[in-house]
């Protein structure tokens, strides 16, 4: 099992930038695919970018690629995601998510099995 915190939201100009990271406790860190979604209000969550246990490989939903940017240090228990030349319907809340038996590509169609809290982000106009 793994326990996600995730941390670096927070109040944005449109074509700002933010990093948002996740920690991870757990010994196993390195064995689990890894991934990032957002809930704007009123809306269903929705997949933002995924990579693999190795950090190798990596998959971004259509409408953040070239923008975002996902990561991780296994050494550190952490993956971040960079965010850049943010809009304002990126607000939302951001959530890490992982699983081991899921490659790091189900993540877009299947629901990961641990999930962080959570953190707001909010870009203004």
């Known amino acids: 099992q793994v326990q996600l915190v995730e941390s670096g939201g927070g109040l944005v100009q449109a074509g700002g930038s933010l990093r948002l990271s996740c920690a991870a406790s757990?010994?196993?860190?390195?064995?689990?695919?890894m991934g990032w979604f957002r809930q704007a209000p009123g809306k269903e969550r929705e997949f933002v970018a995924s990579?693999?246990?190795?950090?190798?490989?990596?998959y971004y939903a259509d409408f953040v690629k070239g923008r975002f940017t996902i990561s991780r240090d296994n050494a550190k228990n952490t993956v971040h995601l960079q965010m850049n030349s943010l809009k304002p319907e990126d607000t939302a809340v951001y959530y890490c998510?992982?699983?081991?038996?899921?490659?790091?590509?189900?993540?877009?169609?299947?629901?990961?099995?641990?999930w962080g809290q959570g953190t707001q982000v909010t870009v203004s106009s």
């Open positions: 757990g010994r196993t860190f390195s064995s689990y695919a």
């Open positions: 998510a992982a699983d081991y038996s899921l490659d790091w590509r189900d993540f877009a169609i299947v629901t990961p099995r641990y």
């Open positions: 990579i693999s246990w190795s950090g190798s490989s990596t």
